[in-house]
């Protein structure tokens, strides 16, 4: 199965997944319970005034490569990335295909300062409530699996939420889901279509890229020395997972990876 076939599956599943939440806690519950939103750790601006701008990812398991740290806990790992040098934490929350759940940001969030990205498959404005009363500070929102009305209406809302917004694209194309409420910008180095992961995804559309939005680039980043040339054509936010989580001992290893980046 094709990465695309396997992106449609999982977007079937999840509206199935958010309309039967949605009919046993009605998102009327979910809007009292938020009240008055409070302010969120601003992803954008940590990793505009980071020198490394690593969002360490916590994942158990991708559809591709299946379980890669099944016992992984939400209640140490981010806090160890924070202690190794983090910038900004990406945490999976799909339970289905990646084995994760919000709780595991319910569980990261009292261990650490540092903003939380909740990394999921957001089709619909439930999951925004979801993710603020969890205590993440910002959502992906991928432009494959929505229309531009659909990321304008889902990014308006998160900022009503006090939610910053990373907006994955895989192509130029995509960059017509961009609007006022989209922070940053991730390029997704996992080329939709294949299960091939290749970073000079981020590196030829760098040029194209809007300089008014923080860009990112997702996946793929294994040798350290990459963070120079991608920073050094635009690029302030790196998010990495694998690298880190399929080791005994993932704080160590981004340890590693923070400390090769700064060695001149």
Not at 100 to 107: K, R
Not at 110 to 132: G, S
Request: net charge negative; glycine share 6%; charged share 20%.
């Amino acid at each position: 199965m094709q990465t695309s076939d396997i992106l449609q599956t999982i977007v079937n599943h999840k509206r199935q997944e958010v309309q039967r939440l949605m009919e046993a806690i009605p998102a009327a519950t979910l809007e009292a319970r938020l009240g008055n939103p409070a302010p969120c750790i601003s992803m954008s601006k940590a990793l505009a005034a980071s020198t490394t701008g690593i969002i360490a990812e916590f994942k158990r398991r991708s559809p591709s490569k299946g379980w890669i740290k099944a016992d992984a806990d939400a209640s140490h790992i981010p806090a160890g990335y924070e202690r190794a040098g983090a910038t900004a934490l990406s945490i999976l929350t799909d339970e289905t295909f990646f084995g994760g759940s919000l709780a595991d940001i319910v569980a990261a969030r009292p261990t650490t300062c540092l903003p939380i990205l909740r990394k999921d498959f957001v089709v619909n404005p439930y999951q925004l409530y979801q993710a603020k009363l969890s205590g993440a500070d910002a959502v992906l929102l991928i432009a494959a699996i929505l229309t531009p009305q659909e990321c304008k209406e889902l990014a308006h809302i998160a900022h009503d939420l006090r939610l910053e917004t990373l907006l994955e694209i895989h192509n130029e194309a995509e960059l017509s889901h961009l609007n006022d409420d989209i922070d940053m910008l991730g390029v997704n180095n996992h080329c939709l279509g294949t299960f091939h992961t290749d970073v000079k995804c981020s590196l030829s559309l760098a040029a194209s890229l809007p300089n008014d939005r923080l860009a990112v680039s997702e996946s793929g980043i294994t040798p350290p020395a990459i963070i120079a040339s991608l920073r050094e054509i635009g690029y302030r936010g790196f998010l990495i997972g694998e690298t880190f989580m399929k080791t005994s001992a993932p704080e160590q290893a981004l340890a590693h990876f923070v400390q090769a980046i700064q060695q001149p």
